[in-house]
């Protein structure tokens, strides 16, 4: 596994943006895909967007498409989430994940690293 930890959450205005960083140390970092989950209050945790392992193919969720752009720099052990233009329904715990593949998935159960997770408040 690889620990993970995530920080640049906050508090931001509709209409605003934050970048979101997921530091990564253990496993190798450049053999894992790379994926963001989040998870409101009262809701299951669902896919934001993904990844591969060198940085080529990414995918989105379909609410966030056009607004939210994932990368990494796999010499900095790095993967990011730069939001723009949030929305009140963006407001979550923001999750990283890693697995051991060249691309990443969508499927919470394809991942076996995690990160505790930061708060992303969007206040309307």
């Known amino acids: 596994q690889v620990q993970l930890v995530e920080s640049g959450g906050g508090l931001v205005q509709t209409g605003g943006s934050l970048r979101l960083s997921c530091a990564s140390s253990?496993?190798?970092?450049?053999?894992?895909?790379m994926g963001w989950f989040r998870q409101a209050p009262g809701m299951e945790r669902e896919f934001v967007a993904s990844?591969?392992?060198?940085?080529?193919?990414?995918n989105y969720a379909d609410a966030v498409k056009g607004r939210f752009t994932i990368s990494r720099d796999n010499a900095k052990n790095t993967v990011y989430l730069q939001m723009n233009s949030l929305k009140p329904e963006d407001t979550a715990v923001y999750y990283c994940?890693?697995?051991?593949?060249?691309?990443?998935?969508?499927?919470?159960?394809?991942?076996?690293?995690w990160g505790q997770g930061t708060q992303v408040t969007v206040s309307s």
């Open positions: 994940a890693g697995r051991n593949a060249v691309y990443g998935s969508n499927s919470i159960s394809d991942y076996d690293s």
């Open positions: 253990g496993r190798t970092f450049s053999n894992c895909a």
């Open positions: 990844i591969s392992r060198r940085g080529v193919f990414t």
